[in-house]
Each structure stands twice: as C-alpha cells, then as structure tokens.
C-alpha cells in the first residue's frame, strides 16, 4: 500500500526534470569515475533506475525497502553493485549513484509543496530516509558482490595452480604445494575426481612432497577424498609423506585406514606402475 | 509393474540401475537378481550405477544388500560407474559401502570380477549344499 | 534476508519422495548451486522425505527460495505429525549405517547441508528444517 503524502506525486509528475539534474550531478561527480563507465550508460542507468524507483513508489510504502514489492529495486541495485564491483569502482563511489539523487528529489518535493512547509518537511524526510536505505542496500551488496568476486578469483586462481598431470596412461598425478585449507582442498580434490573419471585412470597419486604442515581438517580431507575415489572404483596413494607429517597424523588420531603412501613420487609412481602391471626393461 | 531388467554378460549378470528407485522396484529387483543367480549359476554381478545422479542411504542399503545375498549365493559384486559428485555426497554421508568392491566401468568390472573370482578359487566353502 | 518464492509438497507416499526430489533437483539448480552442492542437498531432502513417509506416517515439504544480498539459498522444512522422536540422542548418532540406529541418518544428513534444526514432541510430530547457501 502506498504512503500517504506528496512524495510519490512529486517523484511521478517531475520525473524528468529530476532526471535531468540529477544526470548532472552524476556527470559532474563522475569527473573521478576515470572513464570506468561511460556517460551514456550511466544516463541509461540512471534512466532505468528512476523509471522502477517512480513505479514502485506509486503502490509501495516508501518506509520499508525489504518488503517484496521492492524487489525490482533492490534488484537493480544489486546489479549495479556487482557491475562497479567489476568495473573497479569503490563502495562510496558506487553508493554515489544514490546519494547523489537528493538533491534533485528535494527541489522537486519543495516545487510540489506550494505553500505547505509542514508537508515539505515530512516528505523530504521520508525521501531522506528512503534515499538513505537504499543507499545503504547499495553498499551491502556491493561488499558482498565484491567477496563473491573474489571468491571466485581464488577459487579459479586455486585451480590453475593445483593443476592435475597424466604421469602414464591410467595414472594421475595431483601435486600439492603450500599450506593446504579447507576450502582449496575441497576443491581441488573435486577437480581430481571430475578427472579421474574423464581420463578413466585408475590411480591417483597426491602428492604432498611441497605442503609444510598437515592439520586435522586437512588429513579429514585428504582421507574424504581418498574414500570417495575407491568408490568409484579407482585407487589412491598419497606421496611425499614427510616424517614430520607422519608425527603429525599420528598424534591428532588420523585412521589412514590401509591406504598406501610413499616417500616420494618416484616411488608412488613406481608402485603405480607395478600395480597397473606396467613394466620396463633395459636395453 | 515395471522392473529393472537384469542382463547376462558372459559368466556374469548386469544391472543397469536408470531410474529412481522406490521400495517395490527395489525388492522386486532383490528378488529377480536373487533368482537369476541361482537358475544360471552366475558368478558375478555388476551393478551399474553411472546413471544415477544421487544415491541416498536407501539405495546404498539395496546395493550392500544385493552384495550380502549374492555372496552367500558363491557370487560376488561389483559397483561401478558412480559418479564424482555422488561419491562425494556418500563420503560426507557416511555411508562406505564395506564389503563391496568397486570399479570405474562395466569393462573393468569385469576384469575385477575375473580376478576375485580366481583369488577365491582356492577358498574353503562354509555353506553346505 | 528476503524470500523470492515459497511452495508447498506432500509427503505421503514414495512416489512422493521421488517427486520431492527432482524439485529440490530443479530449486538448487535455479539458485545456482555447484553440481556436488546440488546433490548434497538433493540428497538429504531424500533422506528426510523418506523419513517423514515411512517414520513420520506421512507429511509435507515446505520449501523456500532465499536470497540475502548476493547470496542464494534453499530451505527445506520436512513436518509430520507422527509419533515423534522419543530419544534424540540416539537418532543423532552416527550408528544407522552400520545397522544400529533409528535408521534415520540425521547426523549424516547434517553434514549435507549449512544449517540443520530438528524438533521433535512424542505423540505429538516432528519438525526438521535445513538450509543450504550457494
């Protein structure tokens, strides 16, 4: 249900002009956007904003941005705050597209008022207010489009970096190297299996020779995924086991339940091999 | 009623599970499989799982089941196929499957089959017939 | 947090469950979950469907698309109004794949999902409610 007062009359009626100035405060702030964005999209974005803003302000209460009819908007906005993500923009920046739209809304509410100076000063207030949430959505999600972007930097970061080897046909190889969290090596030990199944290799070497320490969660992991290959039906020997490691597992309790690890690559490789029934000869 | 059809592949039977099981077709299938292992002597089974996109605790149970009762029938098991996200999810679940052997295809399967079957060749029978 | 869309599903025999499933199937591709996080999630809804079918003499799934600034979720509320659980603690342990246990599975059920919370009165009916983020 709409509120009652002037605010969604002015926003409708004026419209244009407060399109029109307030492009021109964006212009004049965006003089520090460096290009990032150009003028004409921000002039359609500021377009398209003020078009869902008006609409949904005609049929809405303007004191609660949460409720589902403020979707469209809060939708918009999100989808801004995630292109400045992208675009390299700053959360105060970006949050400028909203406050910036002030100055326009209040000169509009004081041409609808007449004569009614109590009416202007509740109005601008609910326009304050509603202006201040929003920009405060704005920034929300900006932060959190922002983490997400970054998320998933690592996480691709995290793949090329733990990339998966074909050592001989049948036989993979997943060389770890750094400290090991939880999250990375969730991932990376999907990557291994998604592998496992596409070559149809039948064992999986980790390797751990360049990983420093090893903590519960990890050995957790590592033993998941251990588990998880045998199920499909491939096999798994972890390398690089160095003794401090070895004590390590030792005293946190790790049941490595018969699974076969060795010294070094050359020696899980070498197992592999004779457990493939691959052999050489010399000539 | 449909049922899940049961395939010979050579000395062995085949199981192609494709659809969503429910408790009838499972023990329809318990019951056939059962049958058909007695009536043609088959030594092994391989159950075919790649088609399936999830696998929850009843499921693992029908599958450990099938493995116990063809054991006891002198026929052992192989799972193959499972998918990486499945065996994800039955890690963290919980489920291990004990007792029953794997492998990444229906061809491996059945070399693995042709192995234990030849390990065991030498085993002492405890079952009377 | 906001709710962008809320249904309903009846949970009263298998064919249900299997139902059930390919919904929860369809919601955690729609917010955009990973493959294995889609049959996490998929996964438990089918442990506890079964639950609420076979222990639970029958109930109802009600689900909810979540979405909080970027992130989205799915959220699952599993009611029956069936015997209730009378020992908790026991339904709780990790007993049920070795063939003790309730069969229930719960806490491995737990470990699918981000957020977990059960509530149970004998005679009475049992709540569960899980939530997975994308």
């Given at each position: ?76 906005l999100?989808?801004l705050s995630?292109?400045r993500?992208?675009?390299?923009f700053s959360s105060d920046e970006t949050a400028i597209f909203i406050f ?32 201040d949430k929003l920009g405060l959505h704005t920034v929300k999600t900006f932060q959190l489009s922002r ?137 | ?129 | ?68 600034g ?65």
């Amino acid at each position: 249900m709409a509120s009652t007062g002037f605010l969604a009359v002015a926003l409708k009626s004026r419209r244009p002009e407060i399109l029109s100035q307030w492009t021109e405060q964006l212009e004049r702030a965006s003089a520090s956007a460096k290009g990032r964005v150009s003028a004409q999209d921000l002039k359609a974005q500021a377009k398209d904003f003020l078009d869902v803003l008006v609409s949904t302000s005609q049929t809405q209460d303007t004191t609660d941005i949460s409720a589902p009819g403020w979707q469209p908007v809060r939708s918009f906005l999100e989808d801004l705050s995630r292109q400045r993500v992208l675009a390299g923009f700053s959360s105060d920046e970006t949050a400028i597209f909203i406050f910036s739209l002030k100055r326009p809304v209040f000169e509009a509410l004081k041409k609808e008022s007449g004569k009614d100076s109590e009416g202007l000063s509740e109005e601008m207030w609910k326009a304050t207010e509603l202006l201040d949430k929003l920009g405060l959505h704005t920034v929300k999600t900006f932060q959190l489009s922002r983490e997400e972007v970054i998320g998933r930097q690592q996480t691709e970061l995290l793949e090329l970096s733990t990339p998966v080897v074909k050592l001989w046909d049948g036989i993979l190889a997943l060389p770890m190297i750094g400290t090991l969290d939880s999250a990375r090596t969730q991932i990376v030990m999907e990557s291994l299996l998604q592998k496992i199944v596409e070559t149809e290799s039948q064992i999986a070497i980790i390797d751990i020779t360049g990983v420093p320490t090893v903590d519960t969660l990890v050995a957790q992991h590592l033993l998941k995924t251990v588990t998880a290959i045998r199920l499909m039906g491939a096999d798994c020997i972890i390398s690089g086991v160095r003794p401090q490691i070895a004590q390590t597992i030792v005293h946190l309790g790790v049941d490595l339940q018969g699974i076969t690890t060795k010294a070094n690559l050359a020696d899980a490789l070498a197992l592999a091999l004779k457990r493939n029934g691959i052999s050489f000869t010399k000539h | 009623m449909d049922r899940i059809p049961i395939l010979r592949m050579g000395e062995f039977l085949l199981v192609t599970i494709q659809v969503d099981m429910h408790d009838q077709l499972a023990m329809q299938l318990q019951d056939d499989l059962t049958r058909a292992i007695d009536k043609k002597g088959a030594k092994g089974v391989l159950i075919d799982i790649s088609a399936l996109e999830m696998v929850d605790s009843f499921i693992g149970r029908m599958i450990a089941d099938i493995s116990g009762m063809a054991r006891i029938l002198d026929a052992r098991t192989v799972l193959v196929g499972m998918q990486p996200a499945v065996a994800i999810t039955l890690v963290e679940l919980g489920l291990s499957l004990p007792g029953v052997a794997t492998a990444l295809n229906v061809e491996r399967g059945m070399v693995l089959l042709r192995r234990l079957l030849a390990e065991s060749s030498g085993d002492d029978h405890f079952i009377n017939r | 947090m906001t709710i962008s869309s809320t249904g309903e599903l009846p949970l009263t025999n298998e064919h249900d469950i299997v139902l059930g499933r390919q919904s929860v199937r369809r919601m955690a591709q729609q917010q955009g979950f990973s493959l294995v996080d889609q049959t996490k999630m998929v996964t438990a809804a089918s442990e506890l469907a079964r639950n609420t079918v076979i222990y639970g003499g029958g109930g109802v799934l009600k689900w909810a698309l979540l979405s909080e600034g970027i992130k989205r979720g799915v959220r699952l509320t599993f009611e029956d109004q069936g015997p209730g659980i009378a020992n908790m603690e026991l339904a709780l342990t990790d007993g049920w794949t070795s063939g003790q246990g309730l069969g229930l599975g719960l806490t491995g059920t737990r470990r699918l999902v981000n957020e977990f919370e059960i509530e149970s009165t004998v005679g009475v009916g049992t709540r569960v409610v899980i939530t997975r983020w994308k």
